[in-house]
């Protein structure tokens, strides 16, 4: 699972003139009320300030066009405008993901090694007792890409009855295990909250 990057969106020269038109034009009607070129009557209402902050968002959507991915509903007095609905896929993807995830993960990974990598992350690792299951898992977690031996350290060192650190043996892999603990505490607290 790689992380995407945004598609990043070239700003053409149509859209640098329109937005520095459209600046122009709202710096010379402010320029003209606040001089008294314009009459009381055609003075800046709700209406005209809608406009101009309107205008202003079209500057920004234009010179950062990026931005207009990350919105989904534009929502002013008087009009509602649906912009993308690129948000609202990319979290049922996710949440498409997550559930995959909690599907395949118990057959991938027991209980009782999620909470070895847990505790692994979180420095609960002291007062586990040595015995063959333990060593077991460890092997799984280890060929698995998940866990990698502190220098020196065997699983075989965990004797049985013996009260060992944890983290005096093995250690999460930089990469791929911190990924797989991301994921579970994403699984955990989805399972919690839903």
Avoid: C
């Avoid at 027991?110 to 460890?138: C, F, I, V, W």
């Amino acid at each position: 699972m790689t992380a995407e990057k945004p598609e990043i969106k070239e700003v053409n020269i149509y859209q640098k003139a329109l937005a520095v038109l459209i600046i122009l034009v709202a710096v010379i009607y402010t320029l003209g009320v606040v001089l008294g070129l314009i009459p009381a009557e055609r003075k800046i209402d709700s209406v005209n300030l809608a406009i101009i902050a309107f205008s202003v968002l079209v500057v920004i959507l234009l010179l950062r066009p990026g931005l207009l991915d990350r919105l989904r509903i534009l929502r002013m007095p008087g009009f509602e405008l649906e912009m993308l609905e690129k948000v609202k896929e990319k979290q049922a993807e996710q949440e498409n993901r997550i559930n995959e995830l909690r599907l395949i993960l118990p057959l991938l990974l027991p209980e009782s090694e999620r909470n070895h990598l847990l505790n692994l992350a979180e420095g609960k690792t002291s007062n586990y007792e040595g015995k063959h299951s333990l060593r077991a898992e460890l092997r799984h977690l280890r060929s698995m890409g998940l866990i990698k031996m502190v220098p020196g350290k065997h699983v075989g060192d965990i004797t049985d009855g013996s009260k060992v650190d944890l983290s005096q043996f093995v250690e999460i892999t930089d990469d791929f295990g911190k990924r797989w603990i991301e994921r579970i505490k994403e699984i955990n607290l989805a399972e919690k909250l839903g």
